[in-house]
């Protein structure tokens, strides 16, 4: 049996009595009850993953997957490819978004490099992971073979149980790499059934023309690979990236090992929607950090079932959204475990009538 298939095994859906122990838990703190909306959602939910009635939050850590896409030789970006790259060394260097948000919510940032056109040495917050040096252009034929899809697929699982085994306690999902919302919007296209046209926007900012060419592009690469709704890894293989198929994979790995994961934008939601496809059970363990700016994102969280914390118009990736919406995940840990409890704080309760 292969990793993939192991994890797939091993992945069981949450018992629906620790949601209801972690609510009497939350309706027991000096509240009315209910008073906090959303954090005792996340406190429930995050409870309920865990198990456990008092989780820790210790360590936080974003797994921000990197990989180059041959498709941006169709013209569908405005930057060349070789930014993936070039952004990985200001990831490492502190110097990204990600990084300053990272900082104030003390989470650890660490670059999975599954498929960057760019032979890195061993640098410290770089995870070598690399399947290919990119994929290959979907327009022309599938982007990956389908044992690549699963390789990329598997390191990401790798990836997070590397870091669940130094201690993290709550995983994030980030991206880089030129062209991903090209792959992302092909990927909703497959699942949704919806037209290009209306799962696909600007991604870094392109022109009215620019765009046109993307739906295009997508539309041929549908046309010239027919993927299979049914089969996950045939669309991630066929249309998805490298790092989509390392997002699918920390996923199945974090739900594996019952940690909770957050998934950041687009990108991340892509992946997670693969990951929900191939075991829908995975979606208990995942949190869907904002609505992108990207107008595909808020019918691929409905296919999800997942109900986005934030409206920022984000459209960056890295883990942006994701790092934001940690914050409010510590916030609901907080005060499930640190929060008074009517009879420990001397308050009286609701009058019974």
């Known amino acids: 049996m292969g990793k993939l298939e192991e994890v797939l095994k091993g992945i ?3 018992d629906q009595d620790l949601y209801r122990k972690a609510q009497e838990r939350l ?21 309920a993953i865990t198990r456990s009635l008092r989780p820790k939050l210790a360590k936080k850590h974003i797994l921000l997957f990197a990989a180059d896409h041959g498709v941006v030789e169709e013209g569908v970006s405005l930057y060349p490819r070789e930014v993936t790259a070039q952004m990985v060394f200001n990831f490492l260097r502190g110097g990204a978004a990600i990084n300053v948000l990272a900082r104030q919510a003390g989470a650890q940032v660490e670059v999975v490099d599954v498929g960057v056109a760019f032979d890195f040495p061993e640098l410290p917050g770089l995870r070598r992971a690399k399947v290919a040096a990119g994929t290959q252009n979907m327009a022309k034929g599938p982007a990956m073979s389908r044992q690549s899809a699963i390789a990329a697929l598997e390191e990401g699982i790798d990836a997070a149980e590397a870091a669940i085994g130094k201690g993290a306690d709550l995983l994030a999902t980030g991206d880089m790499g030129i062209g991903n919302t090209t792959a992302s919007s092909a990927i909703l296209a497959v ?3 919806l037209p290009a046209s ?9 022109t009215d023309a620019i765009w046109a060419k993307k739906v295009q592009v997508i539309e041929q690469a549908l046309r010239v690979n027919s993927p299979n709704p049914k089969d996950p890894v045939d669309v991630l293989s066929k249309i998805g990236g490298l790092e989509i198929a390392g997002i699918v994979g920390a996923a199945l790995g974090a739900a594996f090992h019952r940690i909770p994961l957050i998934l950041d934008g687009f990108i991340s939601g892509a992946g997670g929607l693969i990951a929900t496809r ?9 949190f869907a950090s904002h609505l992108s700016f990207e ?24 883990g942006t959204g994701a790092i934001l919406a940690m914050n409010l995940i510590e916030a609901a840990v907080r005060i499930l475990t640190e929060m008074a409890t009517f009879e420990e704080a001397g308050v009286s309760q609701e009058i019974s009538r």
């Not at 009315?32 to 409870?47: I, N, Q």
């Open 12 to 14: 069981r859906p949450i």
């Open 27 to 47: 309706d027991s703190l000096t509240k009315p009850k209910g008073s906090l909306g959303r954090l005792e959602e996340l406190a429930r939910r995050y409870a």
């Open 191 to 193: 699942f949704s059934g």
């Open 198 to 206: 209306e799962v696909t926007g600007r991604g870094t900012g392109i």
């Open 278 to 286: 191939l075991h829908p059970p995975v979606g208990e363990y995942l």
């Open 295 to 318: 107008p595909g994102h808020k019918e691929l969280l409905k296919l999800m079932n997942q109900r986005p914390l934030l409206n920022l118009d984000l459209r960056l990736g890295e």
